[in-house]
């Protein structure tokens, strides 16, 4: 954004229209929209198990695909909207599509087999992410979290294959254990006690308290779940059968790491979009940096936006981070039209357009926009 545009943008009458458009979508919210997300849950599970269903027969990408398109939808349909409490104060809700009892003890695994925790995904992204968007403490922030590739001597071909293969692994490698390296700073912090010096190799230690939290609660928990359970599930069909499954499962769990690759990462990121060097003063302010800050992709209809797990309305997300996912088709053209009206930019393009920017900021090919 053109550093004379943002500072003359009147913050004050941006959060009046904001709040007006948010206040007029929240006032409709009812069991349409519990029962939006419960098709977009349907749709999942047929995924799922459509992909279990043939998987066993020989290991294939067709199953795999499938298997991989139902756990994108847990995480990014079911739990992330939950988790922001998006259904929350529908009246007559189930409790289990609440963000208090959703994926809590033993249903862990029932509404949201990953291998986040729910506490560890409700601190690193509702807290951190959310509140902090393009700022050095923003847990995903591309450019910053990836200086060390910026800044090294490796030749440009290799560090662009150094992304591509982190894209295939980058939920386990990445992802959960940031969860639980923010779990464990913000418990001293509410404990009092000064922050825990944290290394890359503490981090994978079980003689660190962040170390068993990722094995015993993240790894062990879902590595025994998806690739020794649910093959086993298959044994009477015969053993090939279960090595069927087990190579379709690891097959599927890269394809879901690259699909929640390619529609998270260039939500905020690439040459266009702008990182923050201080924490926003005032609600307007706070406002503007979550349209500049976000990437919208195509929008429009379930089909298209199931694919995406509606990150493709990362814009209107971040303005509304409790809005029920089906609000979000009715209130993108009237944000789209706020922005022009106070001449901010909207960036909405292609998945893949944005995928390139963002992977070159990574390399260090290019950089992202500041504030002054």
Same mark, same amino acid.
């Given at each position: ?6 500072h003359s943008v009147d913050r004050e009458q941006l959060?009046?229209? $904001? ?10 919210? /009812? ?6 997300? +419960? ?5 999942? +599970? ?23 398109? /139902? ?10 909207? $939950? ?17 208090? +009892? ?6 862990? !695994? ?7 925790t729910h506490a560890g995904w409700q601190h690193e ?22 200086? @060390? ?63 068993? /939290? ?19 599930? !298959? ?14 499962? $690891? ?10 690759f390619l529609v998270m990462m260039p939500n905020h ?9 201080? +924490? ?5 302010? !706070? ?5 500049? /800050? ?15 797990? @509606? ?28 922005? %022009? ?10 998945? !893949? ?11 260090? %090919? ?7």
């Open positions: 954004m053109n550093l004379d545009n943002y959060a009046r229209d $904001i709040s007006e458009i948010q206040q007029k979508a929240m006032a409709n919210v /009812g069991d349409e929209d519990l029962q939006h997300l +419960k098709r977009m849950e349907r749709w999942g +599970k047929i995924c799922t198990l459509m992909g279990y269903g043939t998987a066993w027969i020989f290991p294939n990408p067709i199953s795999a695909l499938l298997i991989s398109q /139902g756990s994108f939808t847990r995480w990014t349909q079911v739990a992330h909207p $939950i988790i922001h409490r998006a259904y929350d104060k529908i009246d007559g809700i189930d409790e289990n599509y609440t963000s208090k +009892k959703f994926a809590q003890g033993w249903r862990r !695994f029932l509404d949201w087999p990953d291998w986040m992204h509702n807290v951190l992410h959310h509140y902090s968007l393009g700022e050095i403490n923003d847990p995903n922030n591309a450019q910053h979290n990836m200086e @060390w590739l910026r800044q090294s001597t490796l030749p440009m071909w290799l560090r662009y294959t150094i992304v591509a293969l982190f894209s295939g692994i980058w939920k386990l490698i990445y992802y959960t254990p940031r969860t639980h390296k923010e779990l464990r700073l913000n418990a001293a912090r509410q404990q009092g006690e000064p922050a825990p010096v944290m290394t890359r190799l503490g981090a994978w230690s079980l003689f660190t308290v962040q170390g068993r /939290g990722l094995w015993l609660q993240s790894i062990l928990l879902y590595v025994s779940f998806r690739f020794v359970l649910l093959p086993l599930l !298959f044994l009477p069909l015969g053993s090939f059968a279960v090595v069927s499954v087990l190579l379709t499962s $690891i097959m599927a769990e890269i394809f879901t790491n690259m699909h929640s990121a690439g040459e266009d979009v702008t990182m923050f060097d201080e +924490k926003a003063s005032g609600k307007g302010e !706070f406002y503007l940096r979550q349209i500049i /800050g976000s990437v919208n992709y195509p929008t429009g209809s379930n089909l298209n936006d199931f694919f995406y797990g @509606w990150l493709n309305y990362q814009i209107e997300h971040h303005l509304w981070p409790a809005m029920p996912l089906s609000q979000y088709q009715k209130v993108q053209p009237q944000v789209m039209a706020l922005c %022009k009206k106070h001449n901010i930019p909207y960036l909405q393009q292609s998945v !893949f357009k944005r995928l390139l920017k963002t992977v070159d900021v990574m390399v260090g %090919k290019t950089s992202m926009l500041r504030t002054v």
